[in-house]
């Protein structure tokens, strides 16, 4: 859905805690999914994708995992680091078609 | 290999004066995407090009705003007549057909 200028959600984590950041997503026909991270003053930067014909996929100290059943996406972050606090995007994409749709977002803070 | 350039990274107009925003994508890519992204919110789609096309163009305002890839030389998003709430950091995306796309580090447009 669009946002409608919320503040974001916030998730703060101690350094060297695992992270867990969740989306939802609500178009059935998505098929594709990537995760962005949002450094302050920077555009959007990939971090990593996944396909709907998995249900996991592993990155360097990141994991994203798919449930189409409940339309649910998260993004694991092994080890958090002050360098991962951000804001973090899900977003998803519709048959193959170029238009990505980007979730609202949430604020990783990560506490040393 | 250079990344998705914008210029000018920071731009302030005054009421009823034009803005334009140039993107350069990244070398090999003929997909074009502009976003808008207010405070403490997600991206949202404005309009998708390639080479001296508009594909979709179904989050652009129907005034003011237009945007262009032609052939040689970058993007460029025009506003016309700007308002207050025309500020924004807008970000430019580029990608290959059916792949991820990168981002530019954004311009942020004041409006006075």
């Known amino acids: 859905g669009e946002s409608v200028g919320l503040h974001l959600p916030t998730l703060s984590v101690q350094e060297g805690d695992n992270s867990i950041i969740n989306c939802a997503y609500s178009n059935s026909a998505s098929d594709y999914f990537i995760w962005y991270k949002q450094e302050s003053g920077k555009g959007p930067q990939f971090i990593i994708d996944i396909r709907s014909n998995m249900d996991k996929r592993q990155g360097q100290r990141v994991t994203v995992l798919l449930n189409k059943t409940v339309k649910h996406l998260s993004l694991q972050i092994a080890a958090t680091q002050p360098g991962d606090s951000a804001v973090y995007f899900c977003a998803e994409r519709a048959g193959g078609y170029q238009k990505v749709t980007f979730g609202i977002g949430t604020k990783l803070q990560v506490i040393p | 290999n250079a990344g998705v350039m914008q210029n000018p990274r920071h731009l302030v107009r005054r009421r009823g004066q034009e803005a334009r925003l140039r993107c350069s994508p990244m070398?090999?890519?003929?997909?074009v995407y502009w976003y808008r992204q207010l405070p403490e919110e997600g991206l949202k789609f404005m309009v998708y090009?390639?080479?001296?096309?508009?594909?979709?163009e179904s989050g652009m305002p129907k005034e003011r705003f237009s945007a262009e890839f032609p052939k040689e030389g970058p993007s460029i998003l025009r506003i016309q007549q700007v308002v207050r709430g025309d500020s924004a950091a807008y970000f430019c995306?580029?990608?290959?057909?059916?792949?991820?796309?990168?981002f530019g580090p954004g311009t942020r447009l004041t409006v006075l």
């Open positions: 090009l390639q080479k001296e096309n508009i594909i979709d």
């Open positions: 070398k090999g890519h003929s997909h």
């Open positions: 995306a580029s990608s290959r057909p059916d792949n991820e796309q990168f």
